[in-house]
């Protein structure tokens, strides 16, 4: 039986697991763009391939390096979620 207290932990797990990804693969452009934009600011350089091209880069290199770590992390989840939904039927 399905009671508030599953369902929230059930929430609460699968935040936990997109914040977990969210920040992986969003910090590490988030930090290239900062970068990018003080070299551009300090060098008044505004072409937008600059700003786009090295972001784009590290994104893919993040999702390279950690796409094995990432996938076995939502695998986990998943078979998780599937044992929690047996024990919930009966």
């Given at each position: 039986?399905?009671?508030?207290?599953?369902?929230?932990d059930?929430?609460?797990?699968?935040?936990?697991?997109?914040?977990?990804?969210?920040?992986?693969?969003?910090?590490p452009?988030?930090?290239?763009?900062?970068?990018?934009?003080?070299?551009?600011?300090?060098?008044?350089?505004?072409?937008?391939?600059?700003?786009?091209l090295?972001?784009?880069?590290?994104?893919?290199?993040?999702?390279?390096?950690?796409?094995?770590?990432?996938?076995?992390?939502?695998?986990?989840?998943?078979?998780?979620?599937?044992?929690?939904?047996?024990?919930?039927?009966?």
């Amino acid at each position: 039986m399905l009671t508030p207290d599953i369902a929230v932990d059930l929430v609460n797990d699968s935040l936990h697991v997109v914040i977990v990804l969210v920040v992986l693969l969003v910090l590490p452009s988030l930090i290239v763009g900062v970068i990018v934009s003080l070299v551009q600011a300090a060098t008044q350089i505004n072409e937008q391939t600059l700003s786009f091209l090295p972001r784009l880069l590290v994104t893919l290199a993040t999702i390279a390096l950690a796409g094995h770590w990432i996938t076995g992390m939502l695998m986990d989840f998943c078979i998780d979620i599937f044992q929690r939904a047996a024990t919930l039927v009966g």
